[in-house]
């Protein structure tokens, strides 16, 4: 194995080259995702959007907006957090990705979460709290009733909190969602201290 930086740039190039799922076709540029390296929290999203599509980063249009919003409320800075999604290319009219779609990308988000090590993983939305849960050997839950919770998972890694969220997307056309999801990530805010991810 090579450095971190060169593990993640041989893993950029592959995504890149990728057409293990249909998701390639329709592709612009895939969003691998961005951040620190090692990464000590994570936020895994659903999939790339029109203008992640566009500019190959992850949440930098209207969802991506909002994101920047609820990570202040927590205290944290979009720079000091990775971000990636369950699937690194846009589906069509931005439908929901497919089980076998998931399945197919799936060894990315692996190697991302084995590469960057995370300490505490923010799950976006019910398509990322299903792979992240399952992945770490935890039951999934609707996300109606784990929203906001911290789970606790062992791996070969060491200890992973695991914090599933609402996407923030939902809140573009549910207005009620907003202040929902800002308080959930006013209590991530609070559990960074108490996990010595924030000074
Ligand atoms: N929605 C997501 O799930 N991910 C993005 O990167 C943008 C919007
Ligand atoms: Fe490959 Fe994932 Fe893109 Fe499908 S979504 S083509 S598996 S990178």
Known sequence: MGSLEEELEKLRVEVENCRRC????????????????????????????????????????????????????????REEVYITNVVKCRPPGNRDPKP?????????????????????????????????????????QPITRIHGKAFKAGSLLGEVTIIPLFHPASALYKPPMRSLQLEDWRRVGGLLAELGLKP
Request: one cysteine or more; a positive charge; hydrophobic letters at 40%.
């Open 22 to 77: 249909p998701l390639h076709r329709g592709r612009n540029k895939p969003v691998l995702g961005e951040g620190p390296a090692p990464a000590r929290i994570m936020l895994v999203g659903e999939a790339p959007g029109y203008w992640e599509d566009r500019q190959g980063r992850p949440f930098v249009g209207a969802a991506g907006k909002f994101l920047n919003e609820l990570l202040a409320e927590a205290g944290l800075k």
């Open 100 to 140: 076998e779609e998931e399945e197919a990308c799936a060894p990315y988000l692996e190697r991302q979460l084995s590469l960057l090590r995370p300490s505490l993983i923010c799950t976006l939305g019910s398509h990322a709290t299903a792979r992240i849960l399952t992945h770490f050997g935890l039951k999934p």
